[in-house]
């Protein structure tokens, strides 16, 4: 039996001191307690605010997504619209590039036909007042013969200046391309 009575004194020790050492720790305010104290009123509007705009990021997102998609739409329209101009407009130049090169190789027909029908001397003397790159031109179309008996009616100058484009025309390292 003392067995047990030191059992229990021994127990009732400890639980007295424990209860000793909680008290001395109560006793003493903020040696071993944490300070935990409500948030401040920011932290938790912070909170709030954060809260909220986790809850609309999605919904936001969608809405920057269609404001944007509105605005290559509306792009794309003017991109479009423009296209459809320069078609439009690219056409036009088309045709009117076809008529203007449609009427040079009548006028040029017609042109080397009139130099075929005069005389060298004649031809010779006009076509030293045109341009050597048309009076080369049309040397070329007109018969060899004919461009031979021309060619030594004009001027050396001249005809130098004329030889010279005839042979830069024939010339397969020339570009094809006048630009």
């Not at 605010?49 to 936001?60: H, L, M, S």
């Not at 076809?98 to 006028?107: E, G, M, S, T, V």
């Not at 060298?120 to 007109?142: N, Q, S, T």
């Amino acid at each position: 039996m003392t067995e047990t009575l030191d059992f229990v004194l021994g127990k009732s020790r400890r639980t007295l001191l424990a209860a000793a050492g909680t008290a001395l720790m109560l006793a003493m305010p903020g040696a071993f307690a944490q300070d935990v104290t409500a948030p401040p009123a920011e932290n938790g509007a912070t909170n709030e605010i954060q809260q909220f705009c986790t809850n609309i990021a999605d919904a936001a997102r969608d809405q920057r997504y269609l404001l944007q998609r509105k605005d290559l739409e509306t792009l794309q329209a003017s991109v479009d619209e423009r296209i459809a101009t320069l078609e439009k407009r690219r056409a036009e130049y088309e045709d009117w590039l076809k008529r203007r090169n449609d009427f040079l190789k009548q006028a040029e027909l017609g042109l080397v036909d009139i130099y075929k029908t005069m005389k060298p001397d004649a031809a010779a003397g006009k076509l030293e007042m045109v341009r050597p790159e048309i009076a080369a031109a049309i040397v070329m179309k007109l018969p060899a013969r004919q461009s031979s008996l021309i060619l030594s009616e004009m001027s050396d100058e001249k005809a130098a200046v004329l030889t010279n484009i005839i042979s830069s025309a024939s010339d397969p390292n020339t570009s094809k391309e006048p630009s």
